[in-house]
């Protein structure tokens, strides 16, 4: 099981097929179709199985569990007597099974491509809200971002308004928030973070209703829309998409990563 006892019956770990590499299940169910003419090797598999993570999630420690090859056969062998996967008796490299594979970005193709850098471009250009409301969720949680309407897969639905800053800046503020017992608005991409308490010029957001992005809560099991970062004129801004069609008043959720190890690790 995961190091992190938390994560154990997640949907990224489910409990019942004792499964320590993250979306195993839902890959053999989404992109796997059973073949008797086509042979697909471990290896292929492997490499679509990583790419299905990473369109799932963006949680560091949960990418580095996925990025075992050995751990992955171990898992895919057993998942796939299970699902009478069709064995291929050769080994080294040629050794695989009778399966078709499903790529990833088929089911989430409005993510994938230029086309929907183009959508953001045009959604920066002209902002249309009307997808989403806010509603308190809750007096300890306070309020949390909802779909106003039937919301299709891959629009963007909102700005996540704020400021890049440079990675060691970014922890340093979060700590600071955390510490003035604001909310900790900063989410951290590879290279950079972005500081949502404030706008792109370092201003504090006084109503953080006027900054729909940072009103989106976080999940790592049932997340639905994606952070997408793009470049407008030599300024970094971050649009939210949705990775699915949602009904009228569904709770929309992000999945912000391993945030709180990264932040540990530098205050102690």
Known sequence: MPRRKTLA?????????????????????????????EKTTTEDTFSHYTAFVTVKTNDAAVLRIA?????????????ARMSQFEFVPFTGPKRGYHIRLQRPTRRY????GP???????????????????????????????FTAKETPEGTVICEYLGQEIPTVEGFTR????????????????????????????????????????????HSRSEFNCKWVKVSVEGITRVAVVTLKTLPSKVQLFVNYGDRRRHLESWMY
């Open 9 to 37: 019956g997640s949907a990224q770990f489910p409990k019942e097929f004792r499964a320590n590499m993250p979306f195993l299940k839902q890959f053999c169910e989404e992109c796997i179709v059973p073949s008797t003419d």
């Open 67 to 79: 990025s075992s090859k050995a751990r992955f056969s171990r898992q895919f062998s057993s998942m």
């Open 109 to 112: 193709g409005s993510l994938a």
């Open 174 to 217: 979060d700590v600071k928030y955390e510490t003035q017992g604001k909310a900790p608005r900063v989410i951290f991409f590879e290279k950079s973070c972005f500081d949502g308490n404030v706008d792109r010029n370092g201003d504090a957001i006084k109503n953080i209703k006027d900054n729909f992005g940072a009103l989106i809560n």
């Open 115 to 145: 086309h929907v850098h183009n959508m953001i471009f045009e959604f920066l250009k002209k902002p249309d809200n009307s997808f989403v409301e806010p509603i308190e969720v809750s007096k300890e949680q306070g309020s949390g971002l």
